[in-house]
């Protein structure tokens, strides 16, 4: 019914920068929550950012002020641009949509973001 494919991860040096881009496919309506999500190894995981089709943005503490959600909802797309990368952020990256209507979450298949020196 809905498909998210994540891209854009990979090997990033701290204090680099990445940018996430997830495309969404299948029928996509209003209102809805495009967010990022992340998961590293032995831990749950976690929020990251989302935003609503209004414009109206959530953000883990752990990341404000170094990475910004944004999204093109003509285009069925959010990204995810991530500044000022730390260790810590080294993690699977995964895109979601939500649809309150639905009560329903569909999630892409992830991917790999690694800040390492």
């Known amino acids: 019914q809905v498909q998210l494919v994540e891209s854009g991860g990979g090997l990033m040096q701290p204090g680099g920068s990445l940018r996430l881009s997830c495309v969404a496919s299948g029928r996509i309506f209003n209102p809805n929550t495009m967010g990022w999500y992340r998961q590293a190894p032995g831990k749950q995981r976690e929020l990251v950012a989302t935003?609503?089709?209004?414009?109206?943005?959530n953000y883990a503490d752990s990341v404000k002020g170094r990475f910004t959600i944004s999204r093109d909802s003509a285009r069925n797309t959010a990204s995810l641009q991530m500044n000022s990368l730390k260790p810590e952020d080294t993690a699977v990256y995964y895109c979601?949509?939500?649809?309150?209507?639905?009560?329903?979450?569909?999630w892409g298949q992830g991917t790999q973001v690694t800040v390492s020196s």
């Open positions: 935003i609503t089709n209004g414009g109206g943005t």
């Open positions: 979601n949509v939500r649809f309150p209507i639905l009560a329903r979450d569909f």
